[in-house]
């Protein structure tokens, strides 16, 4: 009887070690993973360099933005390329806001780590919380959403586009602009985003396990 005590205490004993190692390794997993989270926040409020599109080595794969609202004022748009870490040129729809004011916004983007796949979430803009930001540019790989577009000029040439501070294309390709944009339900698919100032009253960061895009 003694032995058969010994031996359910050394199953209890192990079990609670056990448990106790896993949600060990998972906070130093989330641990490691919060640096990238916020390496990833400060992406979003980097400054932006003067011309169009990304000025540094993305990333292997695209991220997703969502926003149920985004009101602009002043933007652009032009075909662009960014570049990644094996030189592969990707080719973008740079587009660009000089002020706007968002709601409900989220970022998610997923990474593959010895425990599975993850997803890291950035949002602001909640519960009647607005973001704010200045010379937003985003290199979009796809878009869907509800617009309103005002004073539009679509076909303008890529290098005359002034209705975002140093948002141009090369001379003689596309360009597009307008005087203000109302976008709802915003879902992008992209690979870079830059902006002068990002303002987020409730930022908000999470790694979470398996895929929970954030659409």
């Known amino acids: 009887m003694?032995?058969?005590?010994?031996?359910s205490g050394s199953r209890a004993m192990w079990s609670g070690s056990m448990a106790e190692q896993g949600r060990v390794r998972w906070k130093r997993f989330a641990l490691i993973f919060a640096?990238?989270?916020?390496?990833?926040?400060?992406?979003?409020?980097?400054?932006?360099?003067?011309?169009i599109g990304a000025t540094f080595v993305v990333s292997g794969d695209t991220f997703k933005i969502y926003s149920g609202e985004l009101q602009g004022q002043g933007f652009a748009l032009a075909g662009d390329v960014v570049r990644d870490k094996k030189g592969r040129l990707i080719p973008v729809i740079a587009t660009g806001v000089r002020k706007a004011?968002?709601?409900?916004?989220?970022q998610s983007v997923l990474a593959k780590t010895p425990v599975g796949t993850v997803t890291i979430r950035i949002t602001g803009?909640?519960?009647?919380?607005?973001?704010?930001?200045?010379?937003?540019v985003i290199d979009v790989a796809a878009?869907?959403?509800?617009?309103?577009?005002r004073d539009i000029e679509l076909g303008r040439d890529a290098s005359t586009l002034d209705e975002v501070p140093g948002v141009r294309g090369p001379a003689g390709s596309f360009g597009g602009q307008g005087r203000s944009l109302t976008l709802r339900d915003v879902r992008l698919s992209a690979w870079a985003v830059t902006a002068a100032t990002f303002s987020l009253p409730d930022l908000g960061l999470k790694v979470v396990r398996g895929a929970h895009e954030c659409f």
């Open 2 to 7: 003694t032995d058969s005590t010994d031996s």
């Open 35 to 51: 640096p990238v989270a916020v390496v990833t926040s400060l992406l979003i409020g980097a400054t932006a360099q003067g011309v």
């Open 101 to 106: 004011v968002i709601s409900d916004l989220c």
């Open 125 to 136: 803009g909640q519960h009647g919380n607005k973001v704010t930001v200045e010379n937003l």
């Open 143 to 149: 878009a869907q959403s509800a617009a309103t577009l």
